[in-house]
């Protein structure tokens, strides 16, 4: 099934190119079918290379997927051209009166600040109080994990004495967890991060679950046992060469990053990195929309009203 967005996006072109099945909306709606709503709030500096990343794995479940995206307007971006985030952006109050069945708040570039001192983090908490009432449940990535922790949960990110960044193995924790159903025992995923959360701070909350971890990573996947919340803390979404670019584009800006650890054949950076996390990634993301989306949510999105939420 495919996911439905604007022809014009950057992505479509891109992703029918890779056969990927998107369809515009003039075709969706002659469907008799119930595309799935999920917004994504995307903090990324790169917001296109985000949206092609998110986009090509939500394409990839035989459902339908109905995506919209919302910026924070407290934040402006310097990376992505505002008549980009004006055509295809939405704001908060133009989304709040609406229901998703899903949603996902990507990482953001601000690790190193105390939540309290990101700019945008009184909208972000105001967004995140709200998809526990408007959103059946939402997927946070990286930085989004840590904030989304941090403010439901009071558990702190802290830093690791240096950046993780590479292609690490994880441990599952619990294979007959809906989320990690079909997992191999040890599986690959990026991380690309400066902070993170400890298992003991976590194991103080009953209502969470650790279901994956790494041994140089740390905690990896994390959910709250109604289902209604994920928290992951690498980028399962990465492309190939996200990886590759950071690491140049610090190079370039002489922060002297080490190179990616377990991602460059032979530790060279002048080879083609090479892509051990596609299926994971492609599971994980098929698992969350079809056992905590499609199968959790009605058919009219309204009665989400008087389903009972937290």
């Not at 190119?17 to 709503?37: C, G, H, T, W, Y």
């Not at 945008?120 to 994990?145: K, P, Q």
């Not at 924790?173 to 400890?198: A, C, E, I, Q, W």
């Amino acid at each position: 099934m495919p996911i439905k967005i604007p022809r014009d996006l950057p992505a479509f072109s891109l992703l029918e190119s890779e056969n990927v099945f998107v369809m515009p909306e003039e075709r969706a709606i002659s469907q008799d079918i119930r595309a799935l709503k999920i917004l994504i709030l995307n903090l990324m500096p790169t917001k296109i290379d985000t949206e092609n990343q998110l986009l090509r794995l939500l394409g990839n479940s035989p459902l339908q997927v109905d995506v919209e995206l919302l910026k924070t307007v407290t934040h402006k971006s310097k990376n992505t051209a505002a008549s980009h985030l004006e055509t295809f952006y939405k704001t908060f109050d133009q989304v709040k009166q609406q229901w998703y069945d899903g949603m996902i708040i990507t990482g953001a570039p601000v690790e190193m600040m105390p939540f309290e001192d990101v700019d945008y983090w009184e909208e972000l908490c105001e967004i995140m109080d709200w998809s526990r009432h408007n959103v059946y449940s939402t997927f946070h990535i990286c930085w989004g994990a840590q904030a989304a922790l941090y403010h439901h949960f009071g558990i702190n990110k802290h830093e690791l004495g240096g950046k993780i960044s590479g292609i690490y193995t994880h441990r599952v924790l619990n294979p007959k967890h809906p989320l990690m159903r079909g997992f191999d025992d040890y599986f690959s995923m990026p991380h690309s991060r400066y902070t993170g959360v400890y298992r003991e701070d976590i194991e103080l909350h009953p209502e969470l679950e650790i279901l994956a971890t790494s041994r140089c990573a740390g905690v990896s996947i994390v959910c709250n046992k109604n289902g209604r919340q994920f928290f992951v803390m690498g980028h399962a979404e990465y492309d190939r060469n996200t990886l590759a670019n950071e690491y140049f584009r610090d190079l370039n800006k002489g922060i002297h990053p080490t190179i990616p650890f377990n991602y460059f054949p032979n530790n060279d950076p002048n080879g083609t990195p090479m892509m051990t996390w596609r299926s994971n990634a492609n599971l994980l993301f098929t698992n969350w929309l079809n056992y905590y989306v499609y199968q959790q949510t009605p058919y009219h999105l309204e009665d989400l009203k008087a389903m009972l939420f937290e």
